[in-house]
T-cell receptor, first 112, second 115 residues
Framework: GQNIDQPTEMTATEGAIVQINCTYQ??????LFWYQQHAGEAPTFLSY????GLEEKGRFSSFLSRSKGYSYLLLKELQMKDSASYLC?????????????FGKGTMLLVSP | GAGVSQSPSNKVTEKGKDVELRCDPI?????LYWYRQSLGQGLEFLIY????????KSGLPSDRFSAERTGGSVSTLTIQRTQQEDSAVYLC?????????????FGPGTRLTVT
């Protein structure tokens, strides 16, 4: 099975930088995803990491260390609209390219 | 282009009734997934369809839950004899295996309330 841990809640100030961590345990790692979900809306894809290192996409970056079972999502120049839940999800090679296992999400509140 | 659509957006039903939830994936996406999301919980995988292959039903919580995908496109999730613990948001997602990331695109969900 898989176990994914991420903080339940985080708060930050507009314009600041915030790092959301995710740790996972899996029998066969085959990719890690970050999704953003605003209240009452569908999750939307943010990033994908399968190799170690940092993937940068505008204000958002995602880092992966496979040996440590660790990832983080870095959000820069925070805006009020970044207030949302951020979901870490892992794909297991034993399931091929089929299913993702999601963490419970980190609720980020950005204040003025 | 059009994204994943789901209907109804909201469904209130009495305990013991059957419900059907519908998902229209993005055109050309051969993979389709159903998840449910309960308050304060993560997305829970239910079932996965890929092309004409047998579906992966490993996430279905009981035999009251079933799903079909007709013509490789539209999918219906059926819950028989609903129970109050079935109350959740049911999310459908689709993906295109041609993408290296196989990222999943989610629909807006159906909020099911069992009274």
């Amino acid at each position: 099975g898989q176990n994914i841990d991420q903080p339940t809640e985080m708060t930050a100030t507009e314009g600041a930088i915030v790092q959301i961590n995710c740790t996972y345990q899996t029998s066969g790692f085959n990719g890690l995803f970050w999704y953003q979900q605003h209240a009452g809306e569908a999750p939307t894809f943010l990033s994908y990491n399968v190799l170690d290192g940092l993937e940068e996409k505008g204000r958002f970056s995602s880092f992966l260390s496979r040996s440590k079972g660790y990832s983080y999502l870095l959000l820069k120049e925070l805006q009020m609209k970044d207030s949302a839940s951020y979901l870490c999800a892992v794909r297991d090679s034993n399931s091929g390219y089929s299913t993702l296992t999601f963490g419970k999400g980190t609720m980020l509140l950005v204040s003025p | 282009g059009a994204g994943v659509s789901q209907s109804p957006s909201n469904k209130v039903t009495e305990k013991g009734k059957d419900v059907e939830l519908r998902c229209d994936p993005i055109s050309g996406h051969t993979a389709l997934y159903w998840y449910r999301q309960s308050l304060g919980q993560g997305l829970e995988f239910l079932i996965y369809f890929q092309g004409n292959s047998a579906p992966d039903k490993s996430g279905l919580p009981s035999d009251r839950f079933s799903a079909e995908r007709t013509g490789g496109s539209v999918s219906t999730l059926t819950i028989q004899r609903t129970q109050q613990e079935d109350s959740a948001v049911y999310l459908c997602a689709s993906s295109y295996p041609g993408l290296a990331s196989y990222e999943q695109y989610f629909g807006p969900g159906t909020r099911l309330t069992v009274t």
